[in-house]
């Protein structure tokens, strides 16, 4: 004890200690806080409900203007075959492999935008760039702070929320490296694609990613290549090679031994996998186990 300390029994102990004690408590509210928010699951029994932010740059060149009105009916579900209501019935159809819920809609898209945009948000720190905890804090900090400030003039709250920032040919070099991510603790996906017509299809590809993540999917590749089985949509095919369709947390379609998995580039031959399935919770383990023992009907119903 050092000569400064007061009395053991002395009030002025017992408020310190009582202080500590809130602070302490304070702390780990918030711990178990963050680890809830780290582990949630929808509960499927009611439809997601998700808003889809539509960022666009408020400089756009005539092309990229007249890719803004494709962006548009994209947004306001038009007759293209890539549309947010072709993703809504893609995740109807998923869930569908899975169990019988007919009529059942397990996702709802709720779309604001296009919204101008000038300059470009703050980069979100990367995997691998060596940054301090100090600076991966301020820098993840700037990153949700930009995207908090687009929410001020959209009515109402939403529980999960993806911004799509599409952006121009003069911003390529700004965007390029800029890869989508999500959090799930703060239940916000963040998607960034090209103003052309193949950024429209990679941009739906990527929400359904994110929205996964943030529902409670991981990844499911290694470096390039899809993993196996879980990154696979049919892993027990014969023969094995080539896949047909691409698992989406996986994003690629296994063609060959030796080569490089095709990339996917239409929604269409996306699938939700059975690992993907259980992490959602659209399947229990033991299911998720007898499929991976080998017992195919415990799968996807594919066609
Ligand atoms: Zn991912």
């Not at 993993?227 to 696979?232: F, N, T, V």
Request: aromatic share 10%; net charge neutral.
């Amino acid at each position: 004890m050092t000569t400064t300390d007061p009395p053991a029994s002395s009030p002025w102990r017992k408020v310190r200690i009582a202080l500590l004690l809130v602070v302490l408590a304070g702390a780990g509210l918030k711990y178990l806080q963050v680890r809830r928010a780290e582990r949630w699951v929808p509960d499927w029994r009611a439809t997601q409900q998700v808003l889809l932010v539509l960022l666009a740059p408020a400089s756009a060149t005539p092309d990229e203007q007249a890719e803004l009105e494709r962006l548009t009916r994209f947004a306001r579900l038009g007759d293209d075959k890539a549309t947010l209501s072709a993703l809504e019935h893609w995740f109807e159809v998923e869930l569908g492999r899975y169990v019988d819920r007919p009529g059942f809609k397990p996702v709802q898209l709720r779309v604001t935008g296009p919204h101008a945009y000038s300059g470009a948000p703050p980069p979100p720190p990367r995997v691998g760039e060596g940054l301090s905890f100090r600076d991966r804090y301020r820098r993840t900090r700037d990153f949700l702070g930009w995207y908090e400030e687009r929410l001020k003039d959209v009515p109402g709250r939403f529980p999960n929320i993806v911004f799509v920032t599409f952006y121009g040919a003069d911003a390529a070099h700004v965007f390029r490296g800029v890869h989508s991510v999500a959090s799930r603790r703060e239940r916000r996906g963040f998607v960034f694609a090209p103003l052309t017509d193949q950024g429209r299809d990679a941009a739906l590809i990527n929400v359904a990613h994110e929205l996964l993540h943030l529902f409670g999917a991981t990844d499911k590749y290694e470096g390039e290549r899809c993993a196996y089985p879980q990154g696979w949509v049919e892993p027990f095919k014969e023969p094995r090679l080539p896949q047909r369709f691409a698992e989406v947390m996986a994003q690629g379609i296994p063609v060959a031994d030796g080569r490089a998995e095709a990339s996917l580039d239409l929604f269409e031959a996306m699938r939700v996998g059975v690992e993907t399935a259980r992490e959602i919770g659209w399947i229990d383990e033991a299911r998720r186990d007898r499929y991976y023992a080998g017992d195919v009907s415990a799968g996807p119903r594919l066609d």
